[in-house]
T-cell receptor, first 113, second 111 residues
């Protein structure tokens, strides 16, 4: 069974450009999470979806960040415009209804120059 | 606010040299404590969930235990392939989704 799929795996962009990260959760999982990981701040929850509905976006750092989940098998995290301080590894995770365990994707390493 | 502190930050072991990692936590009502393993360039990999004090879980050379204030991850006779960063996270009882992560312990096992 495939795990969480993220694309792209690496993204290098210039400041001011729009960046879109993509995630396909594990089939049958009803919860989806976007995290950001940096050396300074560790793993931080950005946003949580339950049954495709955003429940908690309090971790989204600024209005430059937005996330959508148009259906149960796809989610995007968009940064517009991007800034160098957005450089980090972004993870998507999903969780089934029956347990609280979260399963992480391989991440997208974003570098904004 | 939930707090998770992991120690030590880094641990260097000789192959076969058993040791323990500590995860101290402060949470308003614990729903669960989670251990993850993270290899360089990869996402965290789920290992264990512990729900109540006194609970223990094992997987190969790893054993996780839980008290009311902390959790330990014991590594018995480690091998080089056990080298990774081990992350601890807590989930409070008042929500069913938010994990608060510690900074992790990076374990290096030398052959």
């Amino acid at each position: 069974d495939a795990g969480v799929i993220q694309s792209p795996r690496h993204e290098v962009t210039e400041m001011g450009q729009e960046v879109t990260l993509r995630c396909k959760p594990i089939s049958g999982h009803n919860s989806l999470f976007w995290y950001r990981q940096t050396m300074m701040r560790g793993l931080e929850l950005l946003i949580y979806f339950n049954n495709n509905v955003p429940i908690d976006d309090s971790g989204m750092p600024e209005d430059r960040f937005s996330a959508k989940m148009p259906n149960a098998s796809f989610s995007t995290l968009k940064i517009q415009p991007s800034e160098p301080r957005d450089s980090a590894v972004y993870f998507c995770a999903s969780s089934p209804l029956t347990t609280y365990e979260q399963y992480f994707g391989p991440g997208t390493r974003l570098t904004v120059t | 606010e939930d707090q998770v502190t992991q120690s030590p930050e880094a641990l260097r072991l000789q192959e076969g040299e058993s040791s323990s990692l500590n995860c101290s936590y402060t949470v308003s009502g614990l729903r669960g404590l989670f251990w993850y393993r993270q290899d360089p360039g990869k996402g965290p990999e789920f290992l264990f969930t512990l729900y109540s004090a006194g609970e223990e879980k094992e997987k190969e050379r790893l054993k996780a235990t839980l008290t009311k204030k902390e959790s330990f991850l014991h590594i018995t006779a480690p091998k080089p392939e056990d080298s990774a960063t081990y992350l601890c996270a807590v989930q409070a009882a008042q929500n069913d989704y938010k994990l608060s992560f510690g900074a992790g312990t990076t374990v290096t096992v030398r052959a």
